[in-house]
Structure formats: structure tokens, C-alpha cells
């Protein structure tokens, strides 16, 4: 852990500041302390605010066996391309700001707001953030904690930018895990999420059948049995009859046969999977109190922006009050 990262912290009891062994520099061991007697230890340089991966052992597995699956290359940019088609961010939107990667897996995402100048503070529940500080941990402006989405240390206020792709339909209530997000932002701040959308109802109703005995089986069997992706491609181009297949029999469809790998296990691993539409996520993005919200692609992708007050002194019941005035953007 920088110490530097525990200005931004919060105590989870009290809500109060979090004070490190030591003022600057690198802490791999050691504890931060709030005056109300809360202690959080810091293991292997990653403060851990919860003691076990409880639901997301499978993400831990996974991560810890793909560290750079994901990861963009000299040949590739695969998760560049798909950060900036999320978020509808440029590479210039990033110098400077302070990011949160909410869900940070193995940091394939924070890797790549990292190169274009952002300080990034990932947050992951399973112990893929060890796998995490592994990759990114050198760079002096990545940031990395171990804690719950549903119950984050983290100031309100703090972030220029929120994004969590592919994370909030896995965790137990998706709306409460991204409205837990929100007063995090500094005013004029962007939230960009991206989700599994519900708009295929065959393929979501094969995914959950399967997954009520997959998530049941071994990591390690689950996970040989997801190497069957591999051939399954091949088939599954086949025009006409892959479109078929792909909805009774789900699998991951990437090039790359580890991905394909990676993506089967993902998808059949998942203790908690949600599927939803733009409608349903835009009134999320209302009931935030966000504005400038836009509907993006690839389905489920949306982004929003956190009003900056300004003053609109109007007179209410004879009273002066301050305002927050907001455009009204309606769902495409």
C-alpha cells in the first residue's frame, strides 16, 4: 500500500480518518488505525477490509490462474478498445484524474487508465487483488484494497471517474452495489458501468439452468470442463447452427483459446449473475441523482455524470434556498 492512499480511506465503524504505520512509502505489513480503536491490517502491501473472498472464491481462482490473459500488448489493445467504447472517454480524459476501478479482477482495465496518466484506486472482493498488485502494484499511482463494493472505505467525494465493467450484475443486488458507488463521485464526476443485458431471455434462461449446478461443482472440475470451449469454437462457427448452440449451450467465443477458457469458467462460476435493461439501469442512474446520462453499447453499457451545484436562488415559502439544477435527458 502507498501511503498516501490512506487519505482517501475511511474507517467502516465510525466513519472517521484512517492513519498509517508510516507517512510515506511503501507499507507491505502493517495496520491503519482510527482513533475509535478499529484496526485494518495491511497484508502483503493490500490493507484487507473484509477476512475472506466469501462469494467470489471463484474470481480469485480464476485470476489467479489468466494474471495477463487479458491484458493489452504490443499486438493487441483489445481492453483499451473496450474501456473507451464503454465509457465514451477519450485517452486525453484520463491524465490527471483520481479513478476508481470498482471490481478490479487481475487490472486489465486499471492497467489502461494507468498508461494514459490516471491514478487508479482498485477495489475487489476476492483475493484476485493480490494478482492485481502482481501486475500493477510497481506503478506509483495504482492503489489497490480488498474490500466489499456494498460496504467500500472510501471519503465521499473522492473520484473524478467510477467505471465497473462486467462486475455489478455478479455481486447479491446489482442496483445497490452501483447506487453504493455514487457519493463517491465529486461533482462533474462520470460513473460508467457495463452489465449483462437481459435482452436475450433463451440464452439468460440456459445460462441460470446450467449455473444451478455449475457453481456447485469444484473449481478445479469446472474449470477443465470449461477447457471444452476450446473445440466447441470450431463447431459453434458453423453458420446458423452457432447462433443455436450459443443459447442453449453458452460459451465463451474469443479467438484466443485461454480467453475462451477464462470467459466459459467466468460465466458458469458465477454465484450471483443478473441480466437487465437500459430502462430498468437508466432509472438507477435517476434515482443516483446523475445527469447526462447515456445509454452506450455494447449492450448493457451506460454513463452519467454527477451535477456540480450552482446557485438558482429562488424563493420557497417565503424562504431562500440553493438548488441543484439539472438537464433532463431522456432514454434513447
Not at 491490517?41 to 471463484?58: K, L, Q
Not at 492485481?132 to 466489499?148: I, K, T, V
Not at 452519467?304 to 434513447?332: C, H
Given at each position: 500500500m502507498k501511503a ?6 475511511k474507517?467502516l465503524?465510525c ?6 504505520d ?7 505489513d502493517?495496520?491503519?488505525?482510527c482513533r475509535?480503536g478499529?484496526?485494518v491490517?495491511?497484508?502483503r502491501?493490500v490493507p484487507?477490509?473484509v477476512g ?8 480469485t481462482?480464476e485470476?489467479q490462474r489468466?494474471?495477463r490473459t ?9 481492453s483499451e478498445?473496450r474501456?473507451?467504447?464503454v465509457?465514451g472517454l477519450?485517452p486525453?480524459?484520463?491524465a490527471?484524474?483520481?479513478v476508481?476501478?470498482?471490481?478490479i479482477g487481475?487490472g ?15 477495489v475487489?472482493l476476492?483475493?484476485?487483488i ?10 506509483p499511482?495504482a492503489?489497490l484494497?480488498?474490500?466489499d463494493?456494498l ?9 473524478d471517474?467510477i467505471?465497473s ?7 447479491a443486488?446489482?442496483r445497490r452495489t ?6 463517491l463521485?465529486?461533482?462533474g464526476?462520470?460513473?460508467a ?9 433463451v440464452?439468460?434462461a440456459?445460462s441460470?439452468?446450467?449455473r444451478r449446478?455449475t457453481t ?7 474449470y477443465?470442463?470449461?477447457h471444452?470451449?476450446?473445440?466447441l469454437?470450431y463447431?459453434?462457427r458453423?453458420p446458423g447452427f452457432g447462433?443455436i448452440a ?6 465463451g467465443?474469443?479467438?484466443n483459446?485461454r480467453?475462451?477458457v477464462?470467459?466459459?469458467f467466468?460465466a458458469?462460476g458465477?454465484v450471483?449473475?443478473?441480466r ?7 432509472q438507477?442512474f ?8 447515456e445509454?452506450r ?5 451506460m ?7 450552482r446557485?438558482?436562488r429562488?424563493?420557497?415559502?417565503g424562504?431562500?434556498e440553493?438548488?441543484?439544477?439539472s438537464?433532463v435527458?431522456?432514454?434513447?
Amino acid at each position: 500500500m502507498k501511503a498516501e492512499c490512506a487519505q482517501w480511506l475511511k474507517c467502516l465503524s465510525c466513519g472517521g480518518d484512517l492513519e498509517v504505520d508510516q507517512p510515506s512509502g511503501e507499507v507491505v505489513d502493517g495496520r491503519l488505525r482510527c482513533r475509535c480503536g478499529v484496526v485494518v491490517p495491511i497484508v502483503r502491501g493490500v490493507p484487507r477490509f473484509v477476512g475472506t473472498d466469501a462469494y467470489a472464491a471463484n474470481f480469485t481462482f480464476e485470476w489467479q490462474r489468466h494474471r495477463r490473459t487479458q491484458f493489452d500488448s504490443e499486438r493487441s489493445r483489445q481492453s483499451e478498445e473496450r474501456f473507451f467504447q464503454v465509457t465514451g472517454l477519450a485517452p486525453t480524459d484520463l491524465a490527471g484524474k483520481r479513478v476508481l476501478d470498482a471490481g478490479i479482477g487481475a487490472g486489465r482495465f486499471a492497467d489502461v487508465v494507468l498508461r494514459h496518466g490516471g491514478t487508479t484506486v482498485g477495489v475487489d472482493l476476492s483475493y484476485a487483488i493480490d494478482v492485481a498488485r502482481e501486475n500493477l502494484g510497481s506503478h506509483p499511482n495504482a492503489h489497490l484494497l480488498q474490500a466489499d463494493l456494498l460496504n467500500l472505505p472510501l471519503k465521499p467525494g473522492t473520484f473524478d471517474l467510477i467505471f465497473s465493467i462486467g462486475v455489478i450484475m455478479t455481486t447479491a443486488d446489482a442496483r445497490r452495489t452501483f447506487l453504493s458507488l455514487v457519493p463517491l463521485l465529486k461533482p462533474g464526476g462520470t460513473i460508467a458501468i457495463w452489465i449483462y443485458d437481459g435482452y436475450d431471455r433463451v440464452y439468460g434462461a440456459s445460462s441460470d439452468f446450467y449455473r444451478r449446478f455449475t457453481t456447485r461443482l469444484p473449481h478445479r472440475l469446472l474449470y477443465a470442463l470449461s477447457h471444452l470451449a476450446v473445440p466447441l469454437y470450431y463447431l459453434y462457427r458453423i453458420p446458423g447452427f452457432g447462433a443455436i448452440a450459443l443459447k442453449w449451450l453458452p460459451i465463451g467465443m474469443h479467438p484466443n483459446w485461454r480467453w475462451r477458457v477464462l470467459d466459459t469458467f467466468d460465466a458458469y462460476g458465477m454465484v450471483f449473475q443478473s441480466r437487465h435493461r437500459y430502462p430498468e439501469v437508466y432509472q438507477w442512474f435517476q434515482d443516483g441523482g446523475l445527469t447526462e446520462i447515456e445509454p452506450r453499447e455494447p449492450p448493457l453499457s451506460m454513463k452519467g455524470q454527477r451535477p456540480r451545484p450552482r446557485e438558482d436562488r429562488s424563493r420557497v415559502n417565503g424562504r431562500e434556498e440553493m438548488s441543484v439544477v439539472s438537464p433532463v435527458v431522456s432514454p434513447s
